[in-house]
Every structure is written in C-alpha cells, then in structure tokens.
C-alpha cells in the first residue's frame, strides 16, 4: 500500500513544534512517506483581523500548491493531511480538488472556522476550550454537524498547550495514541 501524509503547519506553528514534529515521526513509522510544507511570508498580528487572516490563507494555499504540483495524489492508496490552524483550511481546499478525494483523511488540529467551508470526509479534530483563535464551542459544534471526532482539550490554547507542562505532556500522549495513522477503517 502507497501512502503519503501531507504537513500543512500553522502561520506560528511550524512543524518542529510537538504536535506536528511528533505527528510526523508516527506518520512516517505507519509507512506514510512524509511530506512537510513550510510556507513563510504571512503577515504580522493576524488573530482578530479577518482581512489578513484571508490574505494568509492566500499565501498558503499559493505556496502549497507550488509544492504538491509534482505530486500524483492517484497514486497513493492512501492520503494523510495533517493540518495546524491555517494549514487546516488549507489542506481542506487543496483535497477538494484532488482527484481521489475518498483517499483523503485528516488530522485537523485546532482547526478555524473556515475549514468546515469544505468537505472533510475521513477526519478527527483536535481543540482546546481556552483558544482564543475560535469562539466558545465552535469547533465541536462544527464537528457535531459534520460527524467528525473532537477531541477538546480542557483549559488548552491555540497549541494545545495549558502552561501546565506536565498536563500538557500528558495531552500529547493522548492525542498521539488516537488512531490517528489508520486510513484503512480500523
């Protein structure tokens, strides 16, 4: 079986972060070859301002598609998109253009709002109840109307983070024991 997982970091979070770094490692452990795109150029204090929110999406999605121009997503039988905050809405757009978007299944942490603008089939989502990024509930109410598993993370930020280093420790131990690699229905 061919299978690629696709990083898609966040505008602040990129992917020698822990959730990315170590989401990759296990990817890469599954069999999954593992492709990371670091995008850069965004601009600066975008939380709040939607305008630059949007131009970010932009900037990403660009240099995202730059990156997977070579790529055959036919190919694999199975395809991974693992995305941080904006890298979520990015993955979300680029698989709903893909040619085999049954293949897709996605690892959404700390997702915007706009990523629910598009299909998302296989999905499991990852939020903290602290995020500042997203209203009070949004995110698991977006998941409860698409049938997509949320995980929420009492007291955790944007990162996932709740500046208790050992409970934070403890989360990533329980986020990356979700089947988050299995793309075959198990």
Request: aromatic share 10%; net charge negative; charged share 25%.
């Amino acid at each position: 079986m061919k299978k690629l997982a696709v990083f898609f970091p966040g505008i602040g979070y990129t992917a020698d972060k822990p959730l990315l770094h170590f989401s990759r490692r296990l990817a890469a452990d599954a069999g999954f070859e593992v492709l990371t795109l670091p995008y850069s150029g965004f601009p600066q204090k975008v939380k709040g301002d939607r305008g630059k929110l949007e131009e970010s999406c932009r900037l990403a999605l660009s240099q995202a598609g730059e990156m997977l121009s070579g790529i055959d997503f036919a190919e694999y039988d199975a395809i991974l998109f693992v995305g941080k905050s904006i890298g979520t809405i990015v993955a979300a757009e680029i698989a709903s253009c893909s040619p085999v978007p049954e293949r897709t299944h996605f690892v959404l942490y700390t997702p915007l709002e706009d990523t629910f603008a598009f299909p998302l089939g296989n999905a499991i989502a990852f939020t903290g109840d602290a995020d500042p990024w997203v209203g009070d509930g949004v995110i698991p109410r977006l998941c409860r109307e698409r049938d997509i598993p949320c995980r929420i993370i009492p007291n955790a930020n944007h990162s996932l983070e709740t500046g208790n280093v050992t409970e934070d420790i403890e989360n990533l131990g329980i986020i990356t024991k979700k089947r988050l690699f299995c793309t075959d229905g198990g």
